[in-house]
């Protein structure tokens, strides 16, 4: 399977001592960005993954500890983060200005 | 060949729905985007359930591929148009597969579902009913697949392209990251292979790059033009968009598109494999 799972939502089932979560939302004027595609890029900013946000504006990755950039790109705009991931639970959000 | 014969804009696509003769067809693993709005008239291919065989890891045999297009209302002489999510990965996956069972016309919606969604172009949620067909598949065209014994002759001999994201390459992750990271098999990537991802021959909107641009990449990874050609990936899906790069809009002659790839590849006993 390489299509994203339903994004957003609970993480049952899934083991925080050995997966490295990225997750959050896109946010753009005091409101969730549904439908906008959130891609995750390396260290040296190649692609890794990309996923389109729930209705709620959320994104969720499994990536590995290490520094990544999350980059949203919607119809209202782009945005940009970098973060720095641990193992477990890291939550970010993405503001489109 | 040339990118007009097998690449189609959204705009041309827009313009084109409901034509005669073309059928438009979305293919994803996920089908609830196809079921929260398609192109107006296009005809919803499931990846996994339509597309693999329920038993075994593999394609649906030849029967089973004409009793699944006869369904679905595609004949022999239409021309297919397709595109999907994921930057078009599955719907590449698709256009791979008509050609190996021989369908003469297939085209790809440049940017698929990314793109004309970004676009705001119109999405439909009316069901799409096609009269049935008697479609006619040929034998598998087996110069475009390669099975796990070519790629292991292939080390040091052929263009081996691992089209996975780098930190794939190297093993750091197991799976492209929108999935979660536990997999029987190892990581790594096959050695001699280049690791040239698929996103390099990618826009960000989904489109491909131009002509000049690939042919410019794959020269400076040192593609050798005088070997065949192996690309891989982890399913099969992300190789079938390289694949596609590398043989419909490149012309070059000898690719195989290796599905089994490192699902496969990772998981087999005793062959070698380099991090």
Request: aromatic share 10%.
């Amino acid at each position: 399977m390489c299509g994203a799972p339903k994004q957003g939502g609970v993480l049952d089932g899934i083991d925080l001592s050995t997966q490295t979560v990225i997750q959050g939302s896109v946010w753009h004027d005091g409101a969730p960005v549904a439908g906008a595609y959130v891609r995750l890029l390396d260290e040296t900013d190649e692609f890794t993954a990309e996923v389109v946000t729930s209705p709620e504006g959320e994104f969720r990755f499994f990536a590995a500890p290490g520094t990544w950039t999350l980059r949203s790109l919607a119809p209202v705009g782009r945005a940009e983060r970098r973060v720095a991931a641990v193992v477990g639970l890291n939550e970010t959000t993405l503001a489109i200005d | 060949m040339s990118r007009s014969d097998v690449l189609v804009t959204a705009d041309w696509a827009q313009e084109h729905l409901g034509d005669p003769g073309l059928v438009f067809v979305e293919v994803d693993e996920d089908t609830s985007a196809y079921d929260g709005g398609h192109l107006e008239g296009a005809v919803k291919l499931d990846w996994r359930k339509d597309l693999q065989d329920p038993l075994r890891r593999d394609f649906v045999g030849r029967e089973a591929f004409e009793q699944l297009l006869s369904a679905r209302g595609i004949s022999n002489d239409d021309t297919v148009v397709i595109y999907g999510g994921n930057n078009n990965w599955f719907a590449a996956y698709a256009y791979w597969y008509f050609k190996l069972y021989g369908h003469q016309s297939v085209k790809l919606v440049d940017g698929g579902r990314k793109k004309w969604e970004l676009d705001g172009r119109p999405l439909s949620k009316d069901p799409v009913e096609r009269p049935a067909t008697q479609y006619k598949a040929s034998e598998p065209d087996l110069s475009i697949r390669a099975f796990r014994d070519e790629v292991v002759a292939s080390i040091g001999s052929k263009n081996l392209i691992d089209v996975r994201s780098p930190d794939e390459f190297t093993g750091k992750i197991l799976a492209p990251a929108h999935l979660p990271q536990e997999m029987a098999q190892k990581g790594g990537h096959v050695p001699t292979a280049k690791n040239i991802p698929w996103s390099k021959t990618a826009n960000e909107d989904g489109t491909f790059k131009s002509d000049e641009q690939l042919a410019a990449l794959y020269d400076e990874q040192g593609y050798d033009d005088s070997l065949a050609t192996i690309a891989y990936c982890r399913i099969g899906e992300r190789s079938s968009h390289t694949w596609f790069v590398l043989r419909e809009l490149l012309g070059k002659p000898d690719v195989k598109n290796y599905d089994g790839s490192w699902v496969e590849y990772g998981s087999l006993v005793g062959v070698p494999i380099e991090k």
